[in-house]
C-alpha cells in the first residue's frame, strides 16, 4: 500500500501561497483502528447502553445550599445512580436515586455560590443540558481558593498519589474534621490549619472540582469558578495511542472523560527562536473545542513548555518517538489529555506540512514552516487554522470516525472536506489577505453535523 502513504497532500510546489496539511498516513492507521473498533463497542457490564440521549423537563428546586437534595424529571436516565454524570456547572454531584423518568441528587459541595450555574445529565447515551440553578452559601461556608504543590508553586494538575496544599479560609484546625473530596472521591487530609490543608490524592483520584465539608458544613467558591483539579496518568494508555479518531467519540461526549486537559511541548532548537504558538491561536483552539465537546468538568490548555532538540528535519517516526518522549500528561478515567507537540525545522516527506495528526490523541504543528509561509497579519490565525484543523482529524472529521451526515470528502483527500471554506479542507491558505482576513479556524455545517451526530454539542 505504499501508493497511499502521503496521498492526503496534493500541494507542495505547484501551489506555493498554501501550505499543506498532510493526514495520508495517519488516515490509514485510522481505518485500521475504525475496523478493529467496529465490533468491540460494548458497555463492558452486561447492561445494554442507552441508545437516546438522555432529556431534562424539569428541576426542583432551582436554588438551595450544598446537600439540598434536588429532583431531575425527564426520560433516558440510567438506572444506575452512577452511570449518571450530573453536574452543576463545572462540579458533579452525589446521585442518590435513579429511574429512567427521575434522578435524585444533592447541590454538590464546593459549587459557585449566588450565580447561575448550568446544569447538565450525561448517561452513556449523551448529554442534556437543564435549566440554570443558584448555589446559595450556608453561614459560615469555607472556600478553597487555590491549589498548590507541597513546595508551595500553583498548580491545576496532578497524579494519583501525589500530596497538594489546598488554600482558602474557614477550614477547620484538625484535619479529621475536613472532609475533603475532588469530584466525588474523598481524599485523606494529613495536616490542617484554618487557610491550608494538606491532602494525598488516592489511587482513585479522578478530575473534579476540589471541595470541603469543615466541621460539617460545606465549601462554596465565591469569586469565580471553583477550583478544578485535573488527574493526569502517568502512562501512555491505547486510548492516546489509537489510530487517528479513535478518541472521537469520547473527546467529544462526557462520557466517560468529563475533563479534557491539552499538553504542548514545543521545541527549543538551540536558537533564539521560541516556537510557541500564539496565545490567540491556542485560546482559538480552546474556544472552538468548547464550542463542540460536551466537557462539563471543564477544558483547560496548558502553558507550553519546551524541550531541547537541535533535529530541523523531522520524519513522522520521528516526531511520534519524539511526542511519545516528551509527553507527561496521559489520559485516565474521567480525563482526556490531548498533546500538542510544536516543532522547529519541517516534515522531511513533505516540506509544506504545517500540520499533522498521527495518533488518537497526538497533533503536530510545525510552527517554523507556517511563520515562512505565513505574513505577520495571518500567522496567528494560520496557527489556529492549522490547530483547529488538527483537533478535527482527532475528533474524526471527514469521515474518519465520525460519519458524514451528506457526503463531504474530498474525493481526492482522504480525511478532508471538499468545501474550500471549511477548516478541514486539505490545504490551508496562509498566504496574506486583503482586509486582514486569513483562513477559517471554523467547522463549515457539514463537519458540524458530523462531530454533533458523532456525539458533540448540537
Ligand atoms: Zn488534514
Ligand atoms: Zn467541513
Redesign the pocket.
Known amino acids: 500500500m505504499s501508493r497511499a502513504r502521503g496521498e492526503g497532500c496534493s500541494c507542495g510546489r505547484a501551489a506555493p501561497a498554501r501550505s499543506c496539511c498532510l493526514c495520508g498516513p495517519a488516515v490509514l492507521l485510522a481505518l485500521w483502528a475504525l475496523l478493529a473498533a467496529g465490533c468491540s463497542r460494548s458497555s463492558g457490564s452486561g447492561e445494554p447502553a442507552p441508545s437516546n440521549p438522555p432529556a431534562i423537563s424539569a428541576v426542583n428546586p432551582l436554588a438551595g445550599e450544598p446537600g439540598t437534595p434536588v429532583a431531575i424529571a425527564g426520560r433516558d436516565f440510567e438506572t444506575r445512580p452512577q452511570r449518571n454524570l450530573v453536574f452543576f456547572g463545572t462540579v458533579q454531584a452525589p446521585v442518590r436515586e435513579a429511574t429512567a423518568e427521575r434522578l435524585v441528587v444533592e447541590v454538590p459541595a464546593g459549587v459557585r455560590a449566588d450565580a447561575q450555574v448550568q446544569l447538565s445529565v450525561t448517561t452513556r447515551g449523551g448529554t442534556a443540558e437543564g435549566p440554570l440553578f443558584t448555589a446559595h452559601a450556608p453561614a459560615g461556608a469555607p472556600e478553597i481558593t487555590e491549589i498548590r504543590t507541597e513546595a508551595g508553586e500553583r498548580t491545576i494538575v496532578a497524579f494519583p498519589g501525589q500530596r497538594l496544599v489546598l488554600a482558602g479560609s474557614g477550614f477547620a484546625a484538625v484535619p479529621e474534621q475536613n472532609e475533603v473530596t475532588i469530584g466525588l472521591v474523598p481524599v485523606n487530609v494529613l495536616a490542617a490549619t484554618a487557610g491550608a490543608l494538606t491532602v494525598e490524592l488516592p489511587a482513585a483520584a479522578e478530575s473534579g472540582a476540589v471541595a470541603v465539608r469543615a466541621a460539617g458544613v460545606p465549601s462554596v467558591a465565591t469569586a469565580g469558578e471553583p477550583p478544578t483539579l485535573f488527574v493526569a496518568g502517568g502512562a501512555a494508555s491505547s486510548f492516546d495511542r489509537g489510530g487517528v479518531g479513535k478518541a472521537g467519540a469520547e473527546l467529544l461526549g462526557a462520557w466517560p472523560r468529563t475533563h479534557l486537559l491539552v499538553e504542548i511541548d514545543v521545541q527549543q532548537d538551540g536558537s533564539s527562536a521560541d516556537w510557541s504558538p500564539s496565545a490567540e491561536a491556542l485560546a482559538k483552539l480552546g474556544t472552538r473545542l468548547g464550542e463542540r465537546l460536551f466537557k462539563p468538568g471543564g477544558i483547560t490548555i496548558l502553558q507550553p513548555s519546551t524541550f531541547a532538540a537541535s533535529d530541523r528535519s523531522w520524519t513522522e517516526d520521528e516526531v511520534r518517538a519524539t511526542a511519545f518522549a516528551q509527553r507527561n500528561l496521559h489520559s485516565r478515567g474521567n480525563t482526556a489529555v490531548l498533546h500538542l507537540l510544536v516543532l522547529a525545522g519541517e516534515f522531511a516527506p513533505n516540506e509544506a506540512v504545517i500540520g499533522l495528526t498521527f495518533a488518537s490523541t497526538h497533533i503536530a504543528l510545525f510552527e517554523e514552516r507556517l511563520r515562512d509561509a505565513s505574513s505577520p497579519l495571518t500567522l496567528e490565525t494560520a496557527e489556529a487554522a492549522t490547530l483547529v484543523h488538527e483537533a478535527?482529524h482527532v475528533l474524526g472529521?471527514?469521515n474518519l470516525t465520525a460519519g458524514m451526515c451528506v457526503p463531504?470528502e474530498d474525493p481526492d483527500s482522504r480525511g478532508h472536506?471538499?468545501?474550500r471554506?471549511?477548516?478541514?479542507?486539505r490545504e490551508i491558505s496562509v498566504r496574506r489577505v486583503p482586509l486582514g482576513g486569513g483562513p477559517t479556524d471554523a467547522?463549515?455545517?457539514?463537519?458540524?453535523c458530523?462531530l454533533a451526530q458523532a456525539g458533540g454539542r448540537p
Open positions: 478535527g472529521l471527514v463531504h472536506d471538499i468545501e471554506d471549511c477548516v478541514m479542507h467547522f463549515d455545517p457539514n463537519c458540524r458530523d
